[in-house]
């Protein structure tokens, strides 16, 4: 199936029916009465969406969405290929599937996240699967990949999930992290790592370390010649030679936690 | 250490790539990374015999036949390995919990 944007909403609009399960099992009549939120009023799709067959088996969704919310929300499997820009909660709650989206996301993408992919080739915006507040955990599996940049507050309170940004970080990247990956290769805003618990976060830019790590050793981590490898064989993100055999300070921290999550910090 | 008789080297190509410890924080674990050894977590552990400006702790396990193939192989073994690169080169019998037998390098370089 396709769906096609063809108004822009004026004020946000909630459509956590737009998933591979729900469309592809439905005739388009039908799929053009799903009942959508525009604003706080109920609408039909077929209000701001037209609907069409397509050869693909995935869903595919166009359209400049950026006030479209909660697309692919409680994903368990299939795949959604979007073009264009896409509002905040993408692949909130997701528990498998694969959402790719061609273009820029809004905040709050992945939230509650346990399982499948999403792939970015845009930018992110602020907490990026992010916990939300008064939660210990944020996303608990999964895999996020942006090729762009993104804002504060990425990985907040994530725990086993993999999150790669082939840009700029905000400020507090894996605030309170619990477990987890995160490896970045732009410029990094302050304060990363910040009472993580677990977890890891590699960094190619030399970032401010805080106080509360402690310095351990350069090394190379093997595992991160594969994380690098899968990058190289499916994103766009540049990656030297040198940095995927480089070696990395060690930092491990936060004290002021669990005091088990490590720092990598590339070493030119 | 391979042309040495009577002894084997059990891990992997002869080298343990951190050091170990006999027992573990976990009961069904009989040995464990030895962590005052452990260069990544050289900065949370107070004990930590790993020198500043050390990044790796290979280990070599020596099963011998007799006292004689060991201190052999242990001989050779650090002749060879003290090149260029290494720091120190140090053993144990971790309190006599691998048993009665102590070999003290000091001995073996003579």
Same mark, same amino acid.
């Given at each position: 199936m396709k769906l096609k944007l063809h108004t822009q909403p004026e004020v946000p609009t909630e459509a956590e029916s737009i998933t591979p399960a729900i469309i592809n099992s439905l005739k388009i009549k039908e799929i053009e009465k799903i009942k959508i939120y525009h604003?706080?009023?109920?609408v039909h799709l077929a209000d701001f969406f037209s609907v069409s067959n397509s050869k693909s088996t995935s869903l595919e969704v166009e359209g400049d969405m950026h006030q479209i919310k909660y697309l692919g929300a409680?994903m368990?499997?299939g795949e959604m290929h979007i073009e264009g820009d896409v509002g905040p909660h993408l692949g909130?709650?997701?528990?498998?599937g694969f959402i790719k989206v061609n273009g820029s996301t809004g905040?709050?993408?992945?939230?509650?996240?346990?399982?499948?992919?999403?792939h970015i080739t845009g930018?992110?915006?602020?907490?990026?699967?992010?916990?939300?507040?008064?939660?210990?955990?944020?996303?608990?599996?999964?895999?996020?990949?942006?090729?762009?940049?993104?804002?504060?507050?990425?990985?907040?309170?994530?725990?086993?999930?993999?999150?790669?940004?082939?840009?700029?970080?905000?400020?507090?990247?894996?605030?309170?992290?619990?477990?987890?990956?995160?490896?970045?290769?732009?410029?990094?805003?302050?304060?990363?790592?910040?009472?993580?618990?677990?977890?890891?976060?590699?960094?190619?830019?030399?970032?401010?370390?805080?106080?509360?790590?402690?310095?351990?050793?350069?090394?190379?981590?093997?595992?991160?010649?594969?994380?690098?490898?899968?990058?190289?064989?499916?994103?766009?993100?540049?990656?030297?030679?040198?940095?995927?055999?480089?070696?990395?300070?060690?930092?491990?921290?936060?004290?002021?936690?669990?005091?088990?999550?490590?720092?990598?910090?590339?070493?030119? | 250490?391979?042309?040495? *008789?009577? $002894?084997?080297?059990?891990?992997?190509?002869?080298? !343990?790539?951190?050091?170990?410890? #006999? =027992?573990?924080?976990?009961? @069904?674990?009989?040995?464990?990374?030895?962590?005052?050894?452990?260069?990544?977590?050289?900065?949370?552990?107070?004990?930590?015999?790993?020198?500043?400006?050390?990044?790796?702790?290979? *280990?070599? $396990?020596?099963?011998?036949?007799?006292?004689?193939? !060991?201190?052999?192989?242990?001989? #050779? =073994?650090?002749?060879?390995? @003290?090149?260029?690169?290494?720091?120190?080169?140090?053993?144990?019998?971790?309190?006599?919990?691998?048993?009665?037998?102590?070999?003290?390098?000091?001995?073996?370089?003579?």
């Amino acid at each position: 199936m396709k769906l096609k944007l063809h108004t822009q909403p004026e004020v946000p609009t909630e459509a956590e029916s737009i998933t591979p399960a729900i469309i592809n099992s439905l005739k388009i009549k039908e799929i053009e009465k799903i009942k959508i939120y525009h604003g706080n009023r109920e609408v039909h799709l077929a209000d701001f969406f037209s609907v069409s067959n397509s050869k693909s088996t995935s869903l595919e969704v166009e359209g400049d969405m950026h006030q479209i919310k909660y697309l692919g929300a409680n994903m368990a499997d299939g795949e959604m290929h979007i073009e264009g820009d896409v509002g905040p909660h993408l692949g909130s709650a997701m528990s498998g599937g694969f959402i790719k989206v061609n273009g820029s996301t809004g905040d709050w993408i992945a939230p509650e996240m346990s399982g499948g992919r999403i792939h970015i080739t845009g930018n992110g915006g602020h907490c990026i699967a992010c916990a939300y507040r008064g939660a210990s955990k944020g996303v608990s599996g999964g895999e996020i990949i942006i090729e762009g940049n993104v804002k504060n507050e990425l990985g907040h309170g994530m725990a086993n999930a993999t999150i790669v940004v082939g840009g700029k970080c905000g400020d507090f990247t894996g605030v309170n992290m619990n477990s987890g990956t995160i490896l970045t290769f732009g410029e990094m805003g302050i304060r990363t790592g910040a009472g993580m618990k677990r977890g890891t976060i590699i960094c190619k830019d030399n970032i401010e370390i805080l106080p509360t790590f402690s310095y351990d050793c350069l090394y190379s981590p093997v595992y991160l010649k594969l994380l690098l490898k899968y990058l190289i064989d499916n994103t766009e993100i540049k990656i030297d030679k040198e940095f995927a055999e480089g070696l990395f300070h060690r930092w491990s921290g936060d004290a002021i936690e669990m005091n088990r999550g490590e720092l990598l910090v590339y070493s030119v | 250490m391979k042309r040495v *008789e009577n $002894v084997i080297m059990p891990f992997p190509k002869g080298v !343990v790539r951190s050091g170990s410890k #006999v =027992g573990s924080k976990y009961k @069904a674990l009989v040995a464990s990374t030895n962590h005052i050894y452990c260069p990544t977590i050289k900065g949370v552990v107070k004990d930590s015999a790993v020198p500043e400006n050390v990044n790796a702790c290979y *280990e070599i $396990v020596v099963d011998g036949a007799d006292e004689k193939a !060991v201190a052999e192989a242990m001989s #050779v =073994g650090m002749q060879a390995a @003290a090149k260029d690169g290494v720091t120190q080169i140090t053993a144990g019998n971790f309190g006599g919990k691998l048993g009665k037998y102590k070999f003290f390098l000091k001995d073996l370089v003579k």
